[in-house]
């Protein structure tokens, strides 16, 4: 059974700075997409960040030019530094992943991000 842990959640200023880390159970060397999304209380889940099977990255757009995702392939954890953070990026992170040859989405519990004002 395949394990997302998230971490590097908490509460902040606005302005100030974050890294969320998903590490993973199995090998990350083959995925096709491993990202971040997030959920604010009353609205959808939405994408912050994710590398695709082609290695490429894909970003929200309320997130550009502030987040960056990462990945070390070593250590199986992607990453997702969080800059100039705004209140309303305040939400539950939750990564997700699927591995190539599989229709599966595999989430994490998620970690609360809160940006107060």
């Known amino acids: 059974q395949v394990q997302l842990e998230e971490s590097g959640g908490g509460l902040v200023q606005a302005g100030g700075s974050l890294k969320l880390s998903c590490a993973s159970s199995?090998?990350?060397?083959?995925?096709?997409?491993m990202g971040w999304y997030r959920q604010a209380p009353g609205k959808q889940r939405e994408l912050v960040a994710t590398?695709?099977?082609?290695?490429?990255?894909e970003y929200g757009d309320s997130v550009k030019g502030r987040f960056t995702i990462a990945r070390d392939n070593a250590k199986n954890t992607v990453y997702l530094q969080m800059n100039s953070l705004k209140p309303e990026d305040t939400a539950v992170y939750y990564c997700?992943?699927?591995?190539?040859?599989?229709?599966?989405?595999?989430w994490g519990q998620g970690t609360q991000v809160t940006v107060s004002s």
């Open positions: 590398f695709t099977s082609n290695g490429e990255t």
């Open positions: 997700k992943a699927r591995w190539i040859g599989s229709i599966r989405n595999y």
């Open positions: 199995l090998s990350i060397s083959n995925l096709n997409l």
